[in-house]
């Protein structure tokens, strides 16, 4: 038996490698095998951080007797989920089909043309409270798949007809006025857990997406996030020790989470943290939140080469034994002598973008270098590595080395929004620059193959080739539970290039992505936050804020140090702080905010717009806040 995983890129496929199942890697072999032999396949999806994943690992795919059923009687393919957001998000419609129980490890069943007849997600040794073992479930599909064919290949046609009619589905609506956000605000306050915090009953996750809407939708959903974010803030789902976010809790009250700690939500948590800051300067729990975690990701995510590991795992070897927690459960005296659980190193171009966008933010906001240098080292990275010069754009890489995965909508709308984060934060207009290259280039490809209910960005490099032949692609997925949809994050770009000054037609695209969603997400909000915080923002009065600063100016002590510490803190739908020299890069990168804009008479100047109309500039402090009540 050949050993295919050893040389993954995907540190959760080298896990298994030493499996005596003799897995493939998720590719044309695994299907061409199947046929050949004529035996379903197993498509097992999880990722390297995952708690039941590891439980599953050790207890069946380790096993010699469910391993020989497995090599004999299926052709098994092992996912990563992080490397292949599109399998696992194809093979997750398909299981809701048989279970409503979702999540991983996610277990498929299909035919060897890779159709769904049969799913689950952890299956026991044994068997207990009614869930069958996982050998029972072998060999119910084995029998099944030699006897009754007919009936299972009817089941694999039926399921792939019902996800094709319903990826056509239309749901474009019109954008929400600020009356109808609230409505959707209400819908969430409904079902907020007023002892504890967050949203409906165990178990519970953090819903960054949700909180960043509620941050932007007013006074009194600004208020809603930020007691939900302060409560868990306070509870055990934070480890206070090093500062992070676990993934999730399984009891109302945020106790006994689950210890993996994601990139995905603490960048996310992160950004909502400073937002709250900005708009409450007396809100300092949210100040310390925000600086715990730049400190727990640049102390423990951000690797040696400046780009951030995808997650740390639940469990490490504590007196020789694996620990679920055990690690997080001490103080910092208790983890002195102790190895951290293991990081997965592997480098996911969006889950980037996200850290990127939230640490330029806090840097703005605070004034922070550390966060800014963090952020800079990262797109630095990515842009070195992930975004080579005219060929396709990077999903993942381990050591330096890309996965064959193919990048997705969201790691185009993600990065291009952490570039022009920190565009925004730095006055380096090439980081906008290449945002817009990257947006374009979405823009471009959906011009090329329109999407269904028309919106206007697809992924340059195009869907899945495994699923495509299969004819098992489905389109972008608008949800966004745990983070902004890969439409969201296109939108929230092409929004941002459009307060910049790039164009209208970057305006014209956010606007229509965001209809094509708008009236299933005021119908479902706890699962389209991320499109509502953009809706809240295109619902909002434009208020741009450039502050320019002469090409000599130091910063504190220098005069008009203050105006430069007035522009941090007022909220803007844009607000940056530029050199002379930036500023006319930015004008002549076609970024029309910028243009003519500069210092007064050796001091910095601050000019204040509503939708590119401004107000005479001003060089004082008092002046630009008597602006915000005038202007």
Known sequence: MGNRLADAMSPYLRAHASNPVDWYPWGEAAFTAARERDVPVLVSIGYATCHWCHVMARESFSDDDVARMLNDRFVAIKVDREEHPEVDSSY??????????????????????????????????????????????????????????????????AVAEALAAASGAETE?????????????ATLAADEDRVHGGFGRAPKFPVAPVLGFLVEAGPRARELGARTLKLMGASPLRDVVEGGFFRYATRADWSEPHYERMLIDNAQLLGVAARIARSDPGAQWAASLARGLVAFLTQSMQLADGAFSSAQDSESTIDGVRSEGGYYQRDAAGRAGLDPPALDEKVLTGWNGLAIDSLARTAFVFDDAVALEA????????????????????????????????????????????????????????????????????????????NPGGIPFAAPGGADPVLAA????????????????????????????????????????????MRAVAGIALARPIAFGGALGLMARLAAPIVQLVTVVPDSWGADGEPGAALVAATRRHAASVSTIVTDAQARAFADAGFELFEGRSAHGGAPAAYRCRAFVCAMPVGDADALDALVVRF
């Open 92 to 157: 997750l419609a398909a299981a809701s089909a048989f279970t409503r129980e979702l999540g991983w490890p996610l277990t498929i069943f299909a035919t060897p043309e890779g159709r769904t007849f049969y799913a689950g997600t952890y299956f026991p040794p044994q068997a207990v409270r009614g869930i069958p073992s996982f050998s029972q479930v072998l060999a119910a599909v084995d029998e099944a798949w030699r006897e009754r064919r007919e009936q299972l290949d009817e089941t694999a046609a």
């Open 173 to 185: 609506g019109e954008l929400p006025s600020t009356a109808r956000l609230q409505e959707a605000v």
């Open 375 to 450: 952020a800079r080292r990262a797109a630095d990275f990515l842009l070195e590595h992930h975004v080579p010069t005219g060929g396709r754009l990077v999903r993942a890489s381990l050591g330096g080395v890309a996965s064959p995965a193919t990048a997705t909508l969201e790691d185009t709308g993600m990065l291009a929004n952490g570039l022009l984060e920190l565009s925004v934060a730095t006055g380096a207009a090439v980081f906008a620059v290449r945002a817009r290259e990257l947006l374009d280039a979405a823009m471009a490809a959906a011009d090329r193959s329109p």
């Open 470 to 513: 299969r004819g098992l692609t489905m389109p972008a997925d608008p949800a966004e539970g745990v983070a902004p949809s890969g439409v969201t994050a296109c939108a929230d770009a092409a929004w941002k290039l459009y307060l910049l000054g790039a164009g209208d037609h970057y305006r014209e695209a956010a606007e229509s992505a």
